[in-house]
């Protein structure tokens, strides 16, 4: 499953000149004279993390050889499916994506599928459908991971709040479930105040203030991502409460990303955790097995050559599960969880230019 430097075999590309879709827009990086031309749904352009998703796929794109297209279908279905149908009119080979709806995208995946256009998708994965492969972190222990560091800087007592993310997506569900289920079985102690947000920052700001109103000894924050961590600390300094970890008045806080303000705000003490989602690898990785898919490969679950495993979820669809690590001030261990301290080189977060 090595990422082999050679570029495709030709294939006809279409007109370079960039057709907008009347959704979601479009962009057109061509590639080396006879490159295959595949197509990138941006699913939105409002968070650190998926800015930084797009930023790495033309670099990839151009790695590996491919002629890109992209549109941006700003967390909407309907956006999403109408760029699948611009994409199939501009002759796209291959086809990565990541819907935040995951119920509703079944139907253009099997319209792709019967064009015989491979998709990828990423971060996500589809309720129903069939794909060449999933690019995704363990979601499951993202809320695993976060309990645990709750659990044991709150030494399994007390009240948290919990910002979800939406529950019409696969991520807001596993982090959700996962994160209940690990306090209910490890830390009977901690009350968990479960708050819909829909991934809106502006949501989860103003259902923090609320809680924190109604509950004022809440010490804990799970931010299924990094959507609310601008609002929270806001909340926080509103309230008087963002202050050092050894102040025993401070909130841990702990979120699902790994961005660089996220990276910067636990160094600087003003939140206490994350994990941190592969940027960069979801990039590489998207692009890597679309390549392959187009050339007719198929795949097996297994460990892979890039410190991750692939599983089956279903018949029909396997995910590579990319690592991502727990990330904290000292690099600790929380109940069983190892972690990376936030300047660690080796994090995407550090790394961003």
């Known amino acids: 499953m090595r990422i082999r430097a050679s570029v495709l075999s030709a294939v006809s590309v279409l007109s370079a000149v960039a057709l907008l879709s009347a959704c979601g827009g479009g962009t057109s990086t061509p590639a080396a004279g006879g490159a295959a031309l595949v197509g990138v749904d941006y699913p939105r352009s409002d968070t650190d993390f998926w800015n930084s998703y797009i930023k790495y796929t033309p670099e990839y794109a151009k790695e590996f050889g491919l002629s890109l297209k992209t549109t941006n279908s700003q967390n909407e279905v309907a956006k999403l499916t109408a760029n699948a149908q611009t994409f199939i009119s501009q002759g796209v080979k291959g086809l990565a994506m990541a ?18 256009i491979p998709v990828v998708t990423v971060d996500t994965r589809p309720d129903s459908g069939n794909v060449a492969m999933v690019v ?89 991502s990094s959507f609310a961590l601008s609002g929270t600390l806001q909340v926080l300094k509103q309230k008087k409460l963002l202050v050092p970890p050894t102040d025993k008045k401070h909130v841990f806080v702990v979120s699902n990303d790994g961005i ?40 097996k679950p297994g460990k892979t050559d890039h410190g ?46």
């Not at 819907?99 to 015989?116: N, S």
């Not at 910067?264 to 939140?271: D, P, T």
């Open 99 to 116: 819907p935040q709806d995951t119920a509703a995208i079944g139907p253009t995946l099997a319209q792709l599928e019967a064009k015989k």
């Open 136 to 224: 995704r972190a363990d979601n499951r222990a993202y809320g695993e991971k976060s309990c645990q560091f709750l659990g044991t800087k709150l030494k399994g007592k007390g009240k948290v709040v919990m910002l979800q993310g939406g529950l019409d997506s696969i991520n807001g569900r596993d982090r959700t479930e996962a994160f209940n289920a690990c306090m209910k079985k490890n830390y009977p102690g901690i009350t968990v105040f479960g708050e819909a947000t829909n991934w809106d920052g502006a949501v989860a700001a103003q259902k923090l203030q609320t809680r924190l109103t109604a509950h004022p000894d809440i010490k804990g924050v799970y931010m299924q």
């Open 260 to 299: 660089p303000q996220e990276l910067k705000s636990i160094a600087e003490g003003k939140i206490d955790a994350t994990v941190s989602q592969p940027a960069d690898l979801y990039a590489k990785y998207a692009l890597h097995y679309l390549k392959e898919a187009m050339d007719g490969k198929t795949f």
């Open 308 to 353: 991750s495993n692939i599983i089956q979820v279903r018949e029909g669809l396997l995910e590579d599960q990319l690592p991502a690590p727990l990330v904290t001030a000292d690099g600790g261990t929380y109940g069983g969880v190892p972690s990376l301290e936030s300047d660690d080189t080796s994090l995407w977060g550090n790394n961003l230019k």
